[in-house]
């Protein structure tokens, strides 16, 4: 089970803070989190209501996230590097 995919479950329906891999940060207040064995997938909404969705395969493979485009369809947000309860 990925590390960090784990702390979201267990954080939720809490707000969470992410941190990816270039350094930026969301805060995302989370509608769904669920495990499908090993597989992960998860949905939150930031501030200005932008939806976020949250996947992985498993415990070797990257939490990777994704929004939605202002026009339609979704586009890499990044990898998932650190996840933290709002507030911590």
Same mark, same amino acid.
């Not at 996947?55 to 369809?73: H, K, M, N, Y």
């Given at each position: 089970?990925n590390t960090l995919a784990?702390?979201?479950h267990n954080i939720t ?8 891999? !270039? =350094?930026?940060? $969301? ?11 090993? %597989?992960?997938?998860?949905?939150? +909404? ?13 415990? !070797? =493979?990257?939490? $990777?996230?994704g929004r939605e485009r ?6 890499? %947000?990044?990898?998932?590097?650190? +996840? ?5």
């Amino acid at each position: 089970m990925n590390t960090l995919a784990k702390r979201i479950h267990n954080i939720t329906p809490d707000p969470v803070r992410l941190t990816f891999a !270039d =350094d930026t940060t $969301v805060e995302l207040r989370m509608r769904s989190a669920e495990f499908f064995q090993e %597989a992960f997938q998860a949905e939150g +909404v930031d501030d200005e209501g932008v939806p976020y969705r949250l996947v992985t395969d498993g415990e !070797d =493979d990257p939490l $990777v996230a994704g929004r939605e485009r202002e026009s339609g369809g979704w586009e890499t %947000a990044g990898e998932v590097v650190e +996840v933290r309860r709002v507030g911590e």
